[in-house]
């Protein structure tokens, strides 16, 4: 699920006409302007579950929400494999393949905005290629919304992706590790595949440098607590591998980190370092559940909740998961197996369908349960106090 800025006062919408919740593994909120540069009220939603199966991927497609109907705008790509947000007003979706990357500009979210993958020498495809957690966007004062990304088989090459080409300058051009402290995320996005995006790297000095590898990383992302545990990160059986950090969320507002426990601690809580870049304060919140990454809405910290499973209940919506496909091209006729929920977290955990909401500005705690019917979402959304802070969630 992806989200902008720009979708604050959302309920607005969600109480004039939306009926029904989509249920994709990406979605976006974005507002179109008019013609005479007023805010319009108009939701988008895109879809698309991103698979390693590249010959026959799930289409992207960008949907506007149409009084209680869904109406297509267009497609974005043929299949996805990763969507990133620079938080501004733009949306890089990269497809299948890597040979293409095409922007979802939010003041114009039907323009056709597809940048090809640069030439690569002979005998090569040419494609985007780089390490998935550099990959991301940045934005900021001064700074020009663009996608970044660096090429490990290159040096560590960082490349830059301009969201418009600045006058005289290429679209694609050669970028720094100093970008990244321009990084803006807020979590991944849904879906069975949505562990590819998430940006990590090594804890060095109290300083976060991307990427995480074995070795020193090379670039700034972000500073640790000065009460972080000294162990932390640590992983059973390699004493000597750089302690790590995954970055849940970084905003304008908010920087928010995981350090990894011990092996043996991975089924327990997941404590989040959460830095208010407004106040120049730490905090510590516990998540109940480790299995799943929390995202960030405004200062809403949402999860989905998890419980424990003996008794084998099936979660809501399972039941609706589409089924394997037989893919006829092969001569077996092998089935091939879909991005499913089901698969990815198995009978041993229980998923009724709830949001965990943690405010990190007051620590308030709320658990939402999403309703089908658009005025009870309205009313559950009035009740939280949620409208100035949480998008589309729901989706």
């Avoid at 092996?263 to 299995?291: C, D, M, Q």
């Amino acid at each position: 699920m992806y989200t902008t800025c720009a979708t604050r006062r959302i309920t607005k919408v969600l109480a004039s006409g939306m009926a029904c919740l989509l249920v994709a593994a990406f979605c976006v909120a974005l507002w179109a302007a008019s013609a005479e540069g007023s805010v319009g009220g108009y939701l988008y939603l895109l879809a698309g579950t991103p698979t390693p199966d590249s010959a026959s991927g799930f289409p992207v497609r960008l949907y506007t929400v149409a009084g209680t109907r869904l109406a297509l705008v267009r497609q974005v790509a043929a299949g996805l494999f990763s969507v990133a947000d620079d938080l501004s007003r733009h949306l890089y979706v990269l497809g299948l393949g890597l040979r293409a990357l095409s922007v979802i500009h939010e003041n114009a979210p039907g323009e056709i905005d597809v940048v090809p993958a640069p030439p690569q020498p002979k005998g090569r495809f040419a494609s985007f290629s780089f390490y998935y957690p550099t990959w991301g966007a940045i934005s900021g004062p001064g700074v020009s919304p663009s996608a970044v990304f660096a090429d490990w088989t290159d040096h560590w090459t960082v490349t830059r992706i301009y969201a418009h080409a600045p006058r005289g300058k290429l679209r694609i051009a050669r970028g720094s590790w100093d970008l990244y402290r321009y990084f803006r995320y807020q979590g991944p996005g849904g879906g069975p595949r949505r562990q590819l995006t998430i940006p990590g790297g090594t804890i060095e000095d109290g300083r976060i440098m991307m990427p995480y590898t074995l070795a020193a990383g090379v670039g700034y992302v972000g500073p640790t607590p000065p009460f972080l545990p000294p162990k932390a990160g640590a992983v059973a059986g390699y004493p000597d591998r750089p302690r790590g950090a995954g970055i849940i969320a970084d905003t304008a507002r908010f920087f928010a980190l995981n350090a990894p426990p011990p092996a043996a601690e991975l089924r327990g809580p997941r404590t989040v370092y959460v830095l208010n870049k407004v106040t120049g304060h730490w905090s510590v919140i516990e998540v109940p559940f480790y299995g799943l990454w929390p995202r960030l809405f405004g200062a809403w910290l949402a999860t989905t909740v998890q419980e424990p499973n003996p008794t084998g209940r099936e979660s809501p919506g399972l039941k609706n998961e589409r089924a394997n496909e037989v893919n006829a091209t092969t001569p077996t006729g092998v089935v091939r197996e879909l991005p499913r929920i089901r698969g990815m977290y198995g009978t041993k955990t229980y998923m009724p369908g709830k949001l965990l909401l943690q405010n990190l500005v007051d620590g308030h705690q709320r658990l939402f349960v999403p309703s089908l019917d658009h005025e009870s979402v309205s009313q559950q959304l009035e009740v939280a106090n949620l409208r100035a802070d949480v998008a589309t969630f729901n989706c």
